[in-house]
């Protein structure tokens, strides 16, 4: 993987597409619904993340939202209950992120050409600089992943004990991931794989990944403390 360049690049034109994988159950939250419906300061955890998509000034032509379909109808409530007006599309989810990806990219089937982003939906806490550098990014070299430097050290484990890594060669993954459309589509006719975590896993074999700075605030909401902590960060950056 290569880091991508730190001076500005130029401006694209080329379409720009979301899609917010949400399939979390909530079972490490504890909770009684899924992670994505949780109240985040009174809104759902994914109407935050859906909000940041569509920023104006990130030019997302159209947000795919990946849901499944037992999630539709309260979803649809939801955005009653909060007056949701941002357009977007609601797609079914599969049997797995991978197929759950797969499934918003066929929506997606009739464009093109054009950038498409794909993020955790339950990663309500991405900038619009972070986002806007991802698609640049991609626009450019075709693939762009966010990712972080790891702060602690880290071992790897084996049978006979473990030992340490260099951590200044290793990035923590993080979404959106972003890639040139139709070299998305193209990975995603391969066979699913258990080794495929990421849609860079799955886009690797084809195109180079260039690696992003992303930002240690865009956390994944998956446990009890990672939803105290998202509501003090957004608390910090109201006020």
């Known amino acids: 993987m290569n880091s991508a360049p730190t001076s500005p690049l130029t401006p694209s034109t080329s379409p720009r597409f979301a899609i917010l994988v949400a399939g979390g159950s909530g079972t490490r939250m504890g909770a009684g619904r899924p992670k ?3 109240e985040l300061l009174g809104e759902p955890v994914l109407l935050h993340t859906l909000r940041r998509f569509t920023e104006a000034a990130l030019r997302v032509q159209e947000c795919v939202v990946v849901l499944p379909p037992d999630q539709f109808a309260s979803w649809q409530e939801l955005c009653e209950q909060h007056q949701v007006t941002i357009p977007h599309t609601v797609v079914a989810g599969g049997h797995s992120r991978w197929a759950s ?3 918003g990219l066929a929506h ?3 464009q093109a050409a054009g950038t498409v982003a794909v993020h ?3 990663r309500p806490l991405v900038s619009a600089a972070v986002i806007e550098a991802t698609f640049a990014a991609a626009e450019a070299h075709g693939a762009a992943i966010a990712a972080v430097a790891p702060k602690d050290s880290v071992r790897s484990v084996s049978q006979q004990g473990s030992f340490a890594l260099d951590r200044s060669r290793l990035r923590l993954v993080q979404t959106p991931q972003c890639f040139e ?3 998305l589509q193209r990975a995603y006719q391969l066979p699913e794989l258990s080794a495929f975590t ?3 896993s799955v886009v690797e074999d084809l195109h ?3 690696l992003v700075p992303g930002d240690y605030r865009n956390l994944k909401i998956t446990t009890p403390e990672d939803l105290v902590l998202a509501e003090a960060l957004l608390r910090s950056s109201i006020h």
């Open 36 to 38: 994505q419906f949780l």
């Open 101 to 103: 990806v797969r499934n």
């Open 108 to 110: 997606l089937q009739g």
């Open 120 to 122: 955790d939906g339950v």
């Open 181 to 183: 459309l139709t070299l």
């Open 198 to 200: 990421d849609d860079a």
């Open 208 to 210: 180079p990944i260039q």
